[in-house]
């Protein structure tokens, strides 16, 4: 069965270095790859997008990397900062169809001061 | 600009009472809609998605359903709660075309009681 992993720990950091999450997916086709930050209590809001044939994207100190090869994703904050804590999702899209995002569980970051 | 509403921001309901959550979006035609149910430290379940009115696609069987009565309007309902329908309900919206993130609503926490 389809299959996306998202580290369930959490993931404690300082401020000022770089945060690295994982997705890693079996069984799936994506034809993208999506990342989203969700706060408590509040719906995901949409960071990246990096396509198949796409191997990195960046935006501000965000920064995707997508191996289909390997089946995954890695997700980067450089400089990360204490508002950067938050759950990160990330979500596969399939190829042709109707565009359904698929969610994995997300992994909570914590940046500490 | 597309904005999207869901409300209400939290429900407190007895077990066998009804549910009728609400969802619309602006700015935009003819989106697909999606209803999302998120557990306590768990992923984005995907319910029901609508590529267009009056079509509803479900994903998990349930004592849930969804409708679509105009193109912006998307409606989760059930006709008795169980305990375990509590949860932090999401609708999105996306663009009907490849390449396109999706926009969550703030949510609902239906907690049953």
């Known amino acids: 069965s389809q299959k996306i992993e998202q580290n369930s720990e959490a993931l404690n950091i300082q401020e000022g270095k770089t945060a690295t999450l994982t997705c890693n997916y079996t069984?799936?086709?994506?034809?993208?790859l999506q990342w989203y930050r969700q706060d408590p209590g509040r719906g995901p809001v949409f960071l990246l997008l990096?396509?198949?044939?796409?191997k990195e994207k960046r935006k501000e100190r965000l920064k995707v990397t997508f191996d289909t090869t390997l089946k995954q994703s890695l997700f980067h904050i450089t400089a990360s900062q204490p508002t950067d804590s938050a759950t990160y999702l990330c979500a596969l899209v399939p190829s042709g169809g109707s565009y359904i995002p698929t969610f994995g569980r997300g992994t909570s970051l914590i940046v500490h001061p | 600009s597309q904005t999207i509403h869901q409300w209400p921001a939290t429900l407190v309901q007895p077990v066998g009472s009804p549910l009728s959550l609400e969802c619309t979006v602006e700015?935009?035609?003819?989106?697909?809609l999606y209803w999302y149910r998120q557990a306590a430290g768990r992923g984005l379940q995907l319910l029901f998605y609508s590529v267009g009115i009056g079509q509803i696609s479900s994903e998990v069987p349930q004592n849930l359903s969804a409708s679509r009565p105009q193109d912006r309007q998307f409606i989760l309902s059930s006709k008795k709660l169980l305990l375990s329908d509590s949860g932090f309900y999401l609708c999105?919206?996306?663009?009907?075309?490849?390449?396109?993130?999706?926009?969550f609503g703030q949510g609902t926490r239906l907690t049953v009681v």
């Open positions: 700015g935009t035609s003819n989106p697909n």
């Open positions: 999105a919206w996306s663009a009907t075309t490849f390449n396109t993130e999706a926009f």
């Open positions: 990096i396509r198949e044939n796409e």
């Open positions: 069984n799936y086709s994506p034809a993208y």
